[in-house]
């Protein structure tokens, strides 16, 4: 049941709002029965303290240096008579004009744009007129950093790889004319020698990487599109990526911005010590996306050293070629995990080969650490000396069996490995056999060379399809035993199922090298 509220009276309710009124003046402005006006003031707004990068950038920033990279361009002879003039024409030369166009400029070239007095340059060489080598113009231009106080400086290879001359320009715009120390392609690493004559530069340290944490704090300075000395700052974003760059990757990505120019440049912690080399970025549109790579400075610290110290780099060699432990791989030869370099051959005469490594065998640990993966062991043997002896840890026949190899010395020009196939002819093929191998999605036949076995058709909804065999390639041994016949494959995935396998570890030769490949075996008789 509802209760009935009586309304108030008008004159009632008047008398209540003089008096609520009344009360709201007193109460806002404390005067009764005086109302005070206002007036707008600016915004001032008490934010938080945020960090500065400015004592960083004032510190490092005589450190830093533009590099511009310089190259010959030789004189251009054309057989209709051209006599050593050079022409750039967005790129094109002389000879790249149409014939029709090539009078005028011959001509133009031989009298100048003013006629016959009217060349530009030194006297006695018309316009356009070179010497004999050529001439020096620039070609690249990237950035670059001192590491000592005597003057040198370390860039990217890819910056000054084409180079015939270099000059630094610091930050105050001094030019300097520099000298290429050395270079390493593998890392992407070079130094170059700036002569201050008596100068002392100022120049930065490397940072220590186990200090080194994602989500750190990063300056990058260097002359992006050639603008000289500029500043982006960003965090460490991830550690370890691999960009296919080359055995060696194992950048950090940062997400300061970073461009084309920037490539050679520091990036810096908050305390201005390099924590890495700004050498690459994704970039679908050619501009910073905020994905940039440098070269740790773990990595490039060693490799300055050596090159400072000998214009090159020394690195330990086995001589095996290697590949990722899948885990498919991993179960086809017992492994519990999916870690460790799968050797796929041992070049004859390496210190690999003579240690005993084949083909099959998983390094699974170097000097007793843990071996994560192919690329992990490559950064491991090429950062130690050559003539080193090391102890390693190999998976072999469902047993781990040490290994004691000493290093030899990476050349500097390696050719990729093949495997070594086995010397037995071909033999005829069962039809059950046939059969066995059609239920992996293959069809093999005998090599042409009598080597291993030919795969003539594969199933394109197979698992081996899935992993990528093609026809055309050969089966040169089934976990880790030579084959040449289809019998002798099935042999092998027979006493695989009897071990309790799943997976048969096939290694497949191609043109292009040899590879392992674990291919599922449930089912097969």
């Known amino acids: 049941m509802f209760k009935n509220i009586k309304a108030p009276s008008l004159n009632t309710a008047l008398k209540a709002s003089t008096v609520a009124g009344l009360a709201a003046a007193v109460l806002a402005t404390g005067i009764p029965l005086e109302i005070t006006r206002s007036y707008a003031e600016a915004v001032k707004v008490q934010a938080p303290s945020v960090p500065s990068f400015a004592n960083v950038v004032d510190a490092v920033s005589p450190a830093v240096v533009s590099v511009r990279v310089e190259s010959r361009v030789n004189p251009v002879s054309d057989e209709d008579g051209g006599n050593g003039f050079s022409f750039d024409f967005n790129g094109r030369g002389f000879d ?26 030194p006297p006695g060489k018309h316009f356009g007129q070179q010497d004999k080598e050529g001439r020096l113009r620039p070609v690249a231009q990237g950035s670059g950093f ?29 030019e300097l004319d520099a000298k290429l120390i050395g270079k390493d392609p593998r890392t992407d690493l070079a130094v170059l020698k700036v002569d201050g004559k008596g100068r002392k530069f100022t120049y930065v340290n490397w940072a220590d990487d186990n200090n080194v944490r994602v989500g750190d704090w990063v300056v990058a300075v260097g002359n992006p599109f050639g603008l000289g000395g500029t500043v982006t700052a960003g965090i460490v974003s991830a550690r370890g990526r691999d960009i296919g760059s080359g055995p060696y990757d194992d950048y950090l990505q940062v997400d300061a911005a970073v461009n084309r120019g920037n490539s050679g440049g520091p990036t810096f912690n908050l305390a201005g010590e390099v924590v890495g080399i700004n050498t690459a970025i994704f970039s679908p549109s050619g501009g910073s996306v905020g994905i940039a790579f440098a070269i740790p400075a773990s990595t490039a610290k060693d490799v300055v050293a050596d090159l400072m110290k000998d214009g090159q780099v020394s690195r330990g060699y086995l001589g095996v070629q290697i590949q990722p432990v899948t885990k498919d791989i991993a179960d086809s030869l017992g492994l519990s995990e999916a870690s460790g370099a799968l050797v ?70 390696q050719k990729d490995a093949s495997a070594d196939e086995g010397d037995q002819a071909p033999q005829a093929q069962t039809p059950a056999s046939e059969k066995a191998l059609a239920d992996l999605g293959l069809s093999v036949g005998p090599a042409d060379d009598g080597k291993g076995l030919q795969i003539t058709g594969i199933d394109p909804n197979s ?18 035993q030579e084959v040449s016949n289809a019998d002798d494959v099935v042999k092998v995935l027979n006493q695989a199922k009897k071990d309790g396998r799943t997976r048969a570890l096939f290694q497949i030769q191609s043109k292009e090298g040899s590879r392992f490949v674990a291919l599922p075996i449930n089912g097969q008789g």
């Open 344 to 413: 796929v051959s041992a070049q004859a005469g390496t210190p690999g080969e003579k240690a005993g490594l084949k083909a099959g065998d998983v390094v699974t640990a170097v000097n007793g650490e843990t071996v994560k993966d192919a690329r992990d062991l490559s950064r491991r043997i090429g950062a130690m000396t050559p003539g080193k002896k090391v102890e390693l840890s190999v998976w072999r026949s469902g047993k781990a069996t040490p290994v004691t190899v000493e290093l030899g010395t990476l050349p500097a020009e």
């Open 96 to 121: 790249d004009l149409p014939d029709a166009l090539k009078p005028f400029f011959r001509q133009f070239g031989e009298q100048g744009p003013q006629g016959p007095q009217g060349h530009r340059g």
């Open 463 to 480: 698992d081996a399809a899935d992993k990528g065999i093609k026809e055309g390639e050969k089966i040169t041994s089934v976990n880790n």
């Open 146 to 174: 001192f590491i000592s106080d005597d003057g040198y400086i370390v860039t990217n290879n890819h910056v000054v790889s084409d180079g015939a001359a270099f000059v630094a320009v610091m930050n105050d715009g001094t």
